[in-house]
């Protein structure tokens, strides 16, 4: 596979990921809104969390296991 063809592949993932995230954070908030019981609250959240931790370097990693170039030295940086 092309470079190019992994970081759009990594970016349809990531986006992906991020739709399920964000679908959630609504879920959270429907269920907020209209007071729902604490214990499925406070499940989603917790959810929530593990999801937004979980998906953000294994989606930068890309599927050789590298990071892509583009995004080196905003990983690099950031350790």
């Known amino acids: ?5 992994l970081l759009e592949e ?3 993932e990531i986006l992906s990921r991020l739709k399920k995230i964000e679908g959630q954070a609504r ?3 429907g269920m907020l809104e209209k ?8 499940v989603q959240i917790s959810a929530l969390s593990s999801a937004a ?3 953000g370097w294994s989606s930068w990693k890309g599927v050789c296991g590298i990071v892509p170039l583009p995004y080196q030295a905003c990983v690099t940086r950031q350790m």
């Open 27 to 29: 879920g959270i908030r």
């Open 1 to 5: 596979m092309q470079a190019s063809s």
């Open 10 to 12: 990594m970016r349809k």
């Open 53 to 55: 931790r979980g998906w």
């Open 35 to 42: 007071d729902g019981d604490c214990t499925d609250i406070l």
